[in-house]
């Protein structure tokens, strides 16, 4: 469809821009199946897990996690945990990190040097950071793993640390490794060591006192069914990486208390005070490492502006996917909810859904609410082994009638094609139709009949609930001769480590040997540290990719989240971000891209822009010849407005470009709808120019529209 939805936004467009992502991500690459055996070797680990995460207090405001400078280094349980894991590697990072210690560390000033060292040399956790309500009463919890194996050396190291910070003493209990660091009257600190475990509890609230501290710290107890635990199983299940959450329920009488009533209406108008939780983080979760922003929302159709998604893609490709994506299309409920709410807000650009509606039964004979009834809601677009495709369920009655319709437009033609036991439907669409169809200034046809002439054109065959559309008929006649026989829900799923069931945009790709690639760039990064160290690093030591057995193809996907309980965004990879740098080729090509977006987009951006200016004006020619004629007849300026003799009225020059012209005693004001053409209304006048009783030419000097969009002869 030429304009599934108004506003520009249109299913060709969709398909556009999963081919571009298509093209960066994938490549051309199809080799053949490599077998590759998994290593063997026990997994050593350079850092440890997080711990108060599992120990929270159910009164808990919000909870951070910040990384150990190490975990990086620490293998995961993802596709590079025998890379990181390996014997070999892990006595590589532990020379680095004598070699920071040694040449790094030691070299600081004395003042922060203690502090360094604890943490860089001691520290083996991430530093975890709990805000908690108690009686009203904000306190603050942080945790972390250590590496003292008993009391005594915990103890040395804490006094020694604590003497280095200004005003600060330790109150030590006796024969144990807690107390009380005091900062003076009011200002105290409860610290707490379990040599066993190797972990370290520290507590502080303002005002506090010693036994409220105590107190605070005997709630620490193991919780599995904290709700935050939901929200961080999904960002980070490894409990090193960064994660952040925060209870909006939990945290509301803190907002009464300090955000203006405004603000509060506004958290409330989008229910933000009923989350559960709202989370980010990256980590690994799944084998895959994430990046991903949650929102735990149960449904509320009165408050949410996203709908809730529920896909069944049921769909199957020629082969394994080489990369797919899933756009969820609203309900006509769904949408018209949706509609109505920004409308209502007064968003620039958003009409009302009854205009909406009338505007796409104009251009194409048939309603956007008839149109979301019909097809969806999702649709899957693909590139397989034949090609690339795009599938959308659909209701058959719904279709026929809509396809009645499109026959009895003019700038629509539909047909069906038998070739063999295949039928193929074919829509050739006019994407200009009569709307620009102006005399040139010449009086020549020849261009507007071109642009008249020119058709989009869609291919398409039935394949059960499934409409299989696709750019060409043999594409579709060769997916039938070879058969689909893998399903891409379970693709999606299996392999690329992604749910789509409640993706509301989505998109993942299969990238040829990219945790090989992403392992030579960490090989590399490698040397750069042994360097900066001072270490001894064996690099010749380390296994090769084909011994770490890596899988032969990664995953790299996005999607927008939006079911029933959780709002989300995510970003998955096979490894870690820098499988960008394979995803995208290489570190040259990132720059070779960059320069040519940076360069190509906004050019392509004004071409597109001056084109549809260059085609607006043809109207602008019709109006001064009809301007001149009049005139021609004895007819007087004053008297040359909307309405006079040919002259139109404002309004019936709309079309996708133009919103109306305005004459005014034979000076002509364009208006268009394009807000990249200036700011406040777009406008461009024609001012006619006489000698005598004659018009020697107009100028069009006048107007908002910036000079870098108007034709060449009005700049």
């Not at 209990?173 to 509890?201: C, H, K, M, W």
């Not at 409220?212 to 919780?223: G, V």
């Not at 109006?623 to 005139?631: G, N, S």
């Amino acid at each position: 469809m030429n304009t599934l939805f108004t506003g520009g936004l249109s299913l060709k467009k969709l398909v556009v821009a999963s081919l571009v992502w298509g093209v960066i991500l994938t490549g051309c690459s199809d080799s053949e199946k490599k077998s590759v055996a998994k290593p063997s070797f026990d997994i050593e680990r350079v850092t440890e897990s997080a711990w108060l995460y599992s120990a929270l207090p159910e009164n808990t405001v919000a909870y951070a996690r910040i990384p150990n400078p190490w975990s990086g280094f620490s293998a995961k349980d993802d596709s590079f945990k025998y890379a990181l894991g390996n014997q070999h590697h892990v006595e590589a990072v532990k020379q680095i990190q004598q070699g920071v210690q040694d040449n790094i560390i030691s070299k600081l000033e004395d003042e922060v040097k203690p502090l360094a060292q604890f943490y860089v040399e001691h520290t083996k956790g991430p530093v975890e950071i709990a805000f908690v309500s108690q009686n009203g009463q904000p306190v603050v919890f942080m945790a972390t793993r250590l590496d003292y194996s008993d009391d005594n050396s915990f103890n040395a190291a804490f006094s020694e640390l604590v003497k280095a910070i200004p005003n600060a003493s330790v109150m030590p209990q006796e024969d144990q490794a807690t107390g009380i660091v005091s900062f003076g009257p009011g200002a105290a600190v409860y610290y707490r060591y379990d040599s066993n475990e190797r972990q370290l509890l520290l507590i502080s609230g303002m005002g506090s006192s010693v036994t409220s501290l105590e107190n605070a710290a005997s709630t620490i107890k193991p919780n599995q069914k904290h709700e935050m635990l939901k929200l961080e199983q999904e960002i980070d299940s490894s409990h090193e990486g960064l994660f952040v959450w925060a209870s909006p329920k939990n945290a509301m009488p803190f907002m009464q208390m300090g955000l203006p009533p405004q603000k509060l209406a506004k958290l409330k108008e989008f229910s933000l005070d009923k989350a559960e939780g709202l989370a980010f983080g990256y980590g690994v979760s799944g084998g895959k490492t994430r990046l991903k922003l949650l929102v735990d929302m149960p449904i509320d159709d009165q408050s949410r502006y996203l709908p809730a998604v529920s896909n069944d893609i049921t769909i199957k490709s020629v082969g394994t996917p080489k990369w797919a994506s899933v756009i969820s299309i609203p309900t006509a409920e769904q949408a018209k909810k949706l509609i109505d709410k920004l409308h209502q807000e007064g968003i620039d650009g958003v009409k009302s859904w009854e205009a909406i509606n009338q505007n796409t039964q104009k251009e194409l004979g048939s309603s956007i609410e008839t149109l979301l009834n019909t097809f969806g809601p999702e649709v899957v677009i693909f590139k397989d082994r034949v090609g690339i495709f795009a599938a959308v369920t659909y209701t058959p009655s719904d279709v026929a009638a809509l396809m009645k319709k499109a026959q009895e437009t003019a700038t629509v033609d539909y047909k069906t094609y038998q070739q063999g036991n295949t039928e193929i439907h074919h829509l050739a669409m006019s994407p200009i139709g009569d709307g620009l169809g102006v005399n040139s200034s010449d009086g020549s046809e020849f261009g507007p009949t071109l642009l008249r002439n020119y058709r989009e054109n869609v291919f398409w065959t039935i394949e059960g609930s499934q409409v299989i559309f696709a750019s060409v008929p043999q594409l579709l006649l060769e997916r039938q001769e070879r058969g689909a026989d893998t399903s891409v829900a379970d693709w999606f799923k299996a392999e690329q480590g992604y749910n789509p069931e409640g993706t509301l945009l989505g998109f993942s790709s299969s990238v040829e040997d990219l945790s090989r690639s992403s392992y030579h760039y960490y090989l590399e990064l490698l040397m750069i540290l042994s360097d900066l160290s001072g270490a001894e690093v064996d690099l010749l030591s380390f296994p090769t990719a084909n011994q770490l057995g890596f899988p032969e193809k990664g995953a790299i996907s996005f999607g927008l989240r939006s079911d029933n309980n959780i709002l989300g965004l995510e970003f998955a990879f096979e490894n870690g971000g820098t499988d960008l740098l394979h995803g995208l080729g290489s570190t040259s090509s990132i720059a070779v891209i960059g320069i040519l977006a940076a360069v190509s987009i906004p050019a392509y951006q004004d071409y597109t822009v001056r084109a549809e200016m260059s085609a607006a004006t043809y109207a602008a020619e019709a109006v001064k010849v009809q301007i001149t004629e009049a005139l021609i007849l004895g007819a007087e300026v004053e008297d040359l407005d909307n309405g006079f003799e040919s002259i139109q009225a404002a309004e019936d020059y709309e079309n996708s470009v133009i919103e109306k012209i305005v004459v005014n005693d034979g000076v002509i004001t364009m208006f268009f709808k394009n807000d990249r053409l200036g700011y406040g209304p777009q406008t461009l006048v024609y001012v006619p120019m006489f000698d005598g009783d004659r018009i020697t030419y107009w100028d069009c000097t006048g107007g908002t529209v910036e000079e870098k969009y108007r034709p060449v002869q009005c700049r």
